[in-house]
């Protein structure tokens, strides 16, 4: 079992407005998401693609370590783990 993903990227909305623009690219920014109840997040959820495709370059590595947080979550009844990719 592994995290083998092919992701096409979103496709573009215009933005009208150049505050819209800004907006856009702020919230792009934000690479981080939530492991609820020992599971990773599927593919399809915003904010994991949005980390996975800011962090392809590491991702087996990456992938090896959230298996390893995965498991520990699930063996001490973790409800909620928050991943940060930002720092």
């Given amino acids: 079992m592994g995290f083998y993903f092919i992701f096409q990227p979103p496709p573009a909305t215009p933005a009208q407005r150049e505050e819209d623009q800004?907006?856009?690219?702020?919230?792009?920014?934000?690479?981080?998401?939530?492991?609820?109840?020992?599971?990773i997040p599927q593919p399809s959820d915003p904010e994991f693609n949005a980390f996975y495709q800011r962090?392809?370059?590491?991702?087996?590595?990456i992938v090896s370590i959230l298996f390893v947080v995965q498991k520990h979550l699930t063996d001490f009844a973790?409800?909620?783990?928050?991943?940060n990719g930002d720092k």
């Fill in 78 to 83: 973790i409800p909620i783990a928050h991943v």
């Fill in 22 to 39: 800004m907006q856009v690219v702020a919230a792009s920014r934000h690479y981080s998401f939530f492991i609820r109840h020992g599971q």
């Fill in 55 to 61: 962090y392809l370059l590491q991702w087996g590595s």
